[in-house]
């Protein structure tokens, strides 16, 4: 069975503190996505990646960054934590092609929740 | 840019009854759209999708239908369960650019015995 896997549920930090948030995809995608979940705003997407070293800014950067060193692999990292960062962040992942392919079906992890204090 | 609006929730039925959850969306040429479910603590799983007008995506009972006349994506079941207690997400993409999707607020569902 085809694969997104978040390596930490659930995440406890301090305001100032540096969070990493791992992502591994085993379906070999060239697409991989970050989004954060609030409650009434659904998802927005915060970086994206096409390719190994490629990445691209989505709708809400701001405190962001991320990397993308093997294909497989996505981490999102915030820099210094704010404890409006709380939130659940989402992994997910797409191979390259059309519509008819199913290029744009996303495959997504089960979440990564964090609570800054 | 692309948006996505859904009704808000939570929408609350008893087991068997009819659902409707509304999806209207705002779009550039000729986006794909989807429904997205997530159960309670997991992530979420693709349901159905549609990728050209008067398209019908179907999935475990439930249907939309691609309007662009309307730029609707409406989901409807004819019989809930409570296990089809979920939190719905109507979403596009473009085939074209970036491969991200646009999601809306979600919505919802609880279904009583």
Known sequence: DVKVTQSSRYLVKRTGEKVFLECVQDMDHENMFWYRQDPGLGLRLIYFSYDVKMKEKGDIPEGYSVSREKKERFSLILESASTNQTSMYLCASTQTGTALSGANVLTFGAGSRLTVL | ?113
């Open chain 2, 1 to 113: 840019g692309d948006s996505v609006t859904q009704m808000e929730g939570p929408v609350t039925l008893s087991e068997e009854a009819f659902l409707t959850i509304n999806c209207t969306y705002t779009a550039t040429g000729y986006p794909s759209l989807f429904w997205y479910v997530q159960y309670p603590g997991e992530g979420l799983q693709l349901l159905l999708k549609a990728t050209k007008a008067d398209d019908k995506g179907s999935n475990k009972g439930f249907e939309a239908t691609y309007r662009k006349e309307t730029t609707s994506f409406h989901l409807e079941k004819g019989s809930v369960q409570v296990s089809d207690s979920a939190v719905y997400f109507c979403a596009l993409t473009q085939d074209t650019g970036r491969r991200a999707l646009t999601f809306g607020s979600g919505t919802r569902l609880q279904v009583q015995p």
